[in-house]
């Protein structure tokens, strides 16, 4: 899907979108809406995140909104947070085609690039119209029972049907494009997007797929036959998985939806006809950010941290 220029390069209406974890967090917010305001930018508040920091006399400088203002008036989105704040983020604001610009208040931060001492230095160069666009796949997924869509879901990471708290394995059948792949008992199945490819899929044994790919992996949880391997499967195919056999199986979308499954459930998923737009800024590259966060060709340290 292509992103309208003047949207990643002249941003008139910033949207700010966070998760409140701290003083530090919420400072950050308010410094950040004050800075972009100077530069003369319209700025919006997520309406969750205002209300969440407990500071309105702070921000009533600024429009607080819904996720469907942000998307009908927002050039572009800036996300404060971690990788579960993004994932919300872009799930809400894909349809609305609202880049996103991702600054790291977590732990890891595969997808918020950001480091908050750098917040306000990056702000200039966004400005200036210096950040690289970068569009992202989603999965669309619908829950059949009973031969009717019970719910309807996107995931940018994943979408993960799993035994649920019993601990009984699930058995489950796969389709792609209507034919019959196999039968498997495992603990799950995982179906991964690139993006997802280095979150729980990569635990699981899943490959690192780059961003650019736009591939689907399909990564078994603990699978009873060692020979189930992870297979990966091109975009436009149609997948379906039919839970043939479960006593408490749920599917997951990006570890933040839950929704119970019966027996005979269907899921049917594909690529969903909406990407979500990543900015990244100058210099960003997706194998130094690897290295950085996988700790790729570090060496171990003793108790004491110096170099064995």
């Known amino acids: 899907?292509?992103?309208p220029i003047h949207a990643i390069r002249q941003p008139r209406t910033i949207a700010i979108i966070g998760k409140y974890q701290s003083r530090k967090a919420s400072d950050a917010v308010i410094a950040l809406a004050g800075y972009l305001q100077d530069r003369g930018v319209s700025v919006f508040i997520e309406r969750e995140t205002a209300e969440n920091m407990g500071r309105p006399d702070e921000l009533s400088r600024w429009m607080v909104c819904g996720f469907m203002d942000i998307g009908a008036h927002a050039d572009m989105a800036i996300v404060v947070g971690g990788d579960g704040t993004m994932l919300n983020a872009a799930r809400r604001l894909a349809r609305y085609n609202v880049p996103l610009v991702g600054v790291n208040q977590g732990r890891l931060g595969f997808m918020t690039d950001i480091a908050r001492k750098d917040l306000l230095a990056a702000m200039d160069l966004l400005l200036d119209g210096q950040f690289k666009p970068e569009s992202r796949m989603l999965l669309d997924a619908e829950i059949i029972r009973s031969h009717r869509a019970i719910a309807t879901n996107l995931a940018l990471n994943d979408i993960v049907i799993d035994k649920g708290a019993i601990g009984r394995m699930i058995e489950y059948e796969l389709f792609i494009n209507s034919e019959f792949i196999?039968?498997?008992r495992a603990d799950g199945l995982i179906i991964s997007t690139p993006t997802g490819s280095t979150a729980y899929a990569l635990s699981a044994g899943g490959p690192i797929l780059h961003p650019a790919l736009t591939g689907i992996a399909l990564v078994p949880l603990c699978p009873?036959?060692?020979t189930n391997r992870p297979v990966l499967v091109d975009d436009?195919?149609?997948?379906?998985?039919?839970?043939?056999?479960?006593d408490d199986a749920r599917v997951h979308f990006d570890g933040q939806v839950t929704l119970n499954l019966n027996r005979n459930d269907t899921i049917r998923l594909h690529r969903s006809e909406y990407s979500i737009c990543f900015l990244h800024p100058p210099g960003y590259s997706y194998f130094a950010m690897l290295r950085q966060k996988l700790h790729w060709g570090e060496r171990p340290t003793d108790n004491d941290g110096s170099q064995l």
């Open 1 to 3: 899907m292509n992103f």
């Open 182 to 184: 196999s039968k498997q």
């Open 224 to 226: 009873h036959a060692l």
């Open 236 to 246: 436009h195919v149609e997948i379906e998985v039919i839970v043939t056999h479960a």
